[in-house]
């Protein structure tokens, strides 16, 4: 929602103002099409050129988390502790009763209570993997810790893709406003035997490919490219949270512990109080027994 009401702002104030400066529209809706067919699909292009077509799909996807935000919300975090405590729980009680859960999670009923992690697949994977790796016996939990770390850290890089791709289209766009102007004026030096009443408009609707091309630059792509950089790194958290708890009961700390570790490595905007989850697990385990 705020997505969509900057948008607004930015139309109202770069337009309106223009507009009470005693500016016209005309002459920008007239050049308006053509520019930005010429600005628009060079972008288009070079976005294409630079990424292969799963970067292309990802980025178009991406797009929507300028509007949706992040995937995560309190809610689950709350919910993924809960599900944490109850794997670490039965993990220490009943270690072969924890395998069907790790290898078949879409079977089980300890997943089945949070629908939501469990259609993600990363997530999943990620506790699944862990899990399986403290049931290996590992001597050195660091050793665990720095493969957890090397995984996200490419999964991440992997998620900023898209980011990045629309940073680089938003600093290209000024250039092809440039080139788009530069047409308008090769145009206009071809009509240079024309009275400068007409001159006049076209050589404004030149200038109308530089404003459009820093306005998009400026005012969209690349605050779209940083909103998704933000929602990335906003997500991101819940998969440190996975890794926190369980590196803890990798330390072999009491269940209780691992939690309230996960439970302070949670943003503050994003953490459950004490109270709401110790409310939450004593629910969890009702449910379970």
């Not at 002459?27 to 060079?42: R, T, W």
């Not at 069907?100 to 300890?110: K, T």
């Not at 697949?121 to 990620?126: I, N």
Request: aromatic share 6%; charged share 20%; hydrophobic share 45%.
């Amino acid at each position: 929602m705020i997505g969509i009401l900057g948008i607004v702002v930015i139309f109202i104030m770069v337009f309106g103002g223009y507009i009470l400066a005693g500016g016209k529209l005309g002459i920008i809706l007239k050049s308006l099409p053509f520019e930005m067919m010429m600005i628009g699909g060079a972008a288009a292009g070079a976005f294409m050129i630079s990424n292969d077509m799963a970067g292309v799909k990802h980025t178009l996807k991406d797009i929507g988390k300028v509007f949706k935000g992040p995937k995560w919300k309190p809610e689950d975090y709350r919910d993924l502790l809960c599900l944490l405590f109850a794997l670490i729980r039965l993990a220490r009680q009943n270690p072969v009763a924890i395998e069907q859960h790790i290898e078949g999670p879409e079977n089980s009923d300890i997943f089945s209570r949070y629908p939501k992690i469990l259609a993600d697949k990363e997530a999943v994977s990620l506790i699944c993997d862990t899990i399986r790796s403290a049931s290996m016996n590992y001597d050195d939990p660091h050793q665990v810790e720095e493969v957890l770390e090397k995984r996200m850290e490419a999964n991440m890089h992997h998620a900023m893709h898209s980011s990045h791709a629309l940073q680089t289209v938003a600093d290209g766009l000024p250039a092809l406003g440039i080139v788009a102007a530069v047409l308008g004026v090769i145009k206009t030096m071809g009509s240079i035997d024309q009275p400068p009443e007409v001159l006049g408009k076209m050589i404004g609707g030149a200038l109308v490919g530089t404003f459009l091309g820093v306005f998009l630059a400026y005012g969209l792509v690349g605050p779209f490219a940083a909103k998704v950089k933000t929602v990335v790194e906003e997500d991101g958290h819940f998969y440190q949270l996975i890794r926190e708890v369980l590196v803890a009961n990798l330390h072999n700390h009491v269940a209780a512990i691992c939690i309230e570790v996960g439970r302070q490595n949670t943003p503050s905007h994003m953490r459950p109080g004490y109270s709401e989850l110790e409310e939450a697990l004593k629910a969890a385990k009702q449910d379970a027994a």
